[in-house]
T-cell receptor, first 118, second 113 residues
Framework: ETGVTQTPRHLVMGMTNKKSLKCEQH?????MYWYKQSAKKPLELMFV???????ENNSVPSRFSPECPNSSHLFLHLHTLQPEDSALYLC?????????????????FGPGTRLTVL | GNSVTQMEGPVTLSEEAFLTINCTYT??????LFWYVQYPGEGLQLLLK?????DKGSNKGFEATYRKETTSFHLEKGSVQVSDSAVYFC????????????FGPGTRLSVLP
């Protein structure tokens, strides 16, 4: 599946580092998402962008900063992270409509970035 | 709010055994329902979906039927293979604009040869 790509696939960083995760979707969708997947915890929705506007921020700490410069690209800027932030970070995209339909909000996921904070 | 409950497992089966993973949901209105699968080291992939009551989604030998009366969307496969070992997520999406996906906690399936 190459519809949604993420880089890097693996990242190890210290608590004082600054790094960025990148996501790109090639599906022409108008919504993009960041999820955090930790071991033995449910998938956590972090940020939602519809039509490049951030519409949801589920109480995510400010050390995570999203950026969506256009409908195809999404970044997650990281700084002064904690070891408990180590997880798989998944990006997804979907086509969001304004009325009911058979495929609205079906999400397509990237392979994820495995982040380890030392 | 909307929510999804599924059996958390892990589920361990022998090859060619019958698989059922239960999923029930709570939602306002008539959501779309999905099963996603995550193989080791990968992201989530859509396995199948159903968008209205009594619809049956199917793919790769897996099936699930949208049961409005029991608010369920159980995943079944008649004969599992070792390659089916993965984590399976039930999910729903509300039809109203702005309603986001809600995922279940995932069920880990291990199939032994």
């Amino acid at each position: 599946e190459t519809g949604v790509t993420q880089t890097p696939r693996h990242l190890v960083m210290g608590m004082t580092n600054k790094k960025s995760l990148k996501c790109e979707q090639h599906l022409g969708h108008n919504a993009m998402y960041w999820y955090k997947q930790s071991a033995k915890k449910p998938l956590e929705l972090m940020f939602v962008y519809n039509f490049k506007e951030q519409t949801e921020n589920n109480s995510v700490p400010s050390r995570f900063s999203p950026e969506c410069p256009n409908s195809s690209h999404l970044f997650l800027h990281l700084h002064t992270l904690q070891p408990e932030d180590s997880a798989l970070y998944l990006c997804a995209s979907s086509q969001v409509g304004t009325s009911g339909g058979s495929s609205y909000n079906e999400q397509f996921f990237g392979p994820g970035t495995r982040l380890t904070v030392l | 709010g909307n929510s999804v409950t599924q059996m958390e497992g892990p589920v361990t089966l022998s090859e060619e055994a019958f698989l059922t993973i239960n999923c029930t949901y709570t939602a306002t209105g008539y959501p779309s329902l999905f099963w996603y699968v995550q193989y080791p080291g990968e992201g989530l992939q859509l396995l199948l979906k159903a968008t209205k009551a009594d619809d049956k989604g199917s793919n790769k030998g897996f099936e699930a039927t949208y049961r409005k009366e029991t608010t369920s969307f159980h995943l079944e496969k008649g004969s599992v293979q070792v390659s089916d070992s993965a984590v399976y997520f039930c999910a729903l999406s509300g039809r109203n604009y702005g309603q986001n996906f809600v995922f279940g906690p995932g069920t880990r399936l291990s199939v032994l040869p």
